[in-house]
C-alpha cells in the first residue's frame, strides 16, 4: 500500500514570496491533515479536511496560508505571502476516517521542509 | 491547549527501562502516542481510548489514566531501535494536540 506522498521535500523561499506544498493521501482515507512542525517543537495543526469540507482551521493564519482539497482527494497548501516565522517542515497526514469520540491512527507523509530567507 | 510531556530528554543503556508522561489540562476522549525519528516522519504507535486497556507496541505499553487526564509511555527493555522523539496526542473534543515531545537516546 502506497503512503501519504508530499513534495516537494525541500524548498527554500525569500520573505514575502509564496510557495505551495501538495500532498496525495493513502487512498480511501476521508480525512486529511496539514500540520505545521517548527524545530524541537510537536507537529500543530493547521487544518483538517473531512473528504473535500474543512472539518477544523482555527489554527490556520488565514491571511496568508490558504489550502484545498479539490475532490476529497489531494491537497494543496499556499503560503503568501511567506515570513521568516514560517520556516518548518509542513507534515501531510491522512487517516480513514474519525472515530466518534478519538481518532483514528494517523498516516504521515514525509514532509516539506521550508526555509524562508 | 497542548498536553504537557516529561521529562523533556532521557538518555538510556540497552536494557534499561524509561518512563514518559503526558498531561491534558482537559477532559480527554483519547491518547495517542507517536514516534518520531530524525528527519522523518512521526510514526504512530498506538491509541488510548476512554474506558479502554492498556495497550502495547513490542515492548513498549502505555496507560491512560482518564480521571487524572493523563497518560504514560513505558519502554521495557530499551533496543537501540527505541531512540527517537515520543509524542503524545491529546483528543479532548475533535482534534488531535501533540506535545512537545520527549527525546530518547538509547545507547549501546
Known amino acids: 500500500e502506497a503512503g501519504v506522498a508530499q513534495s516537494p521535500r525541500y524548498k527554500i523561499i525569500e520573505k514575502r514570496q509564496s510557495v505551495a506544498f501538495w500532498c496525495n493521501p493513502i487512498s480511501g482515507h476521508a480525512t486529511l491533515y496539514w500540520y505545521q512542525q517548527i524545530l524541537g517543537q510537536g507537529p500543530k495543526l493547521l487544518i483538517q ?9 482555527s489554527q490556520l493564519p488565514k491571511d496568508r496560508f490558504s489550502a484545498e482539497r479539490l475532490k476529497g482527494v489531494d491537497s494543496t497548501l499556499k503560503i503568501q505571502p511567506a515570513k521568516l516565522e514560517d520556516s518548518a517542515v509542513y507534515l501531510c497526514a491522512s487517516s480513514l476516517d474519525r472515530l466518534a469520540g478519538g481518532y483514528n491512527e494517523q498516516f504521515f507523509g514525509p514532509g516539506t521542509r521550508l526555509t524562508v530567507l | 491547549q497542548q498536553p504537557v510531556q516529561s521529562p523533556q530528554a532521557v538518555i538510556l543503556r540497552e536494557g534499561e527501562d524509561a518512563v514518559i508522561n503526558c498531561s491534558s489540562s482537559k477532559a480527554l476522549y483519547s491518547v495517542h502516542w507517536y514516534r518520531q525519528k530524525h528527519g522523518e516522519a512521526p510514526v504512530f504507535l498506538m491509541i488510548l481510548l476512554k474506558g479502554g486497556e492498556q495497550m502495547r507496541h513490542e515492548k ?8 487524572k487526564q493523563q497518560s504514560s509511555l513505558y ?4 533496543q537501540l531501535s527505541y531512540s527517537g522523539t515520543y509524542f503524545c496526542g491529546t483528543v479532548p473534543d475533535y482534534k488531535l494536540s501533540f506535545g512537545a515531545g520527549t527525546t530518547v537516546t538509547v545507547r549501546a
Open chain 1, 49 to 57: 479536511f473531512q473528504n473535500n469540507g474543512v472539518v477544523d482551521d
Open chain 2, 60 to 67: 513498549i505499553s502505555a496507560s491512560f489514566n482518564e480521571k
Open chain 2, 75 to 78: 519502554l521495557t527493555a530499551s
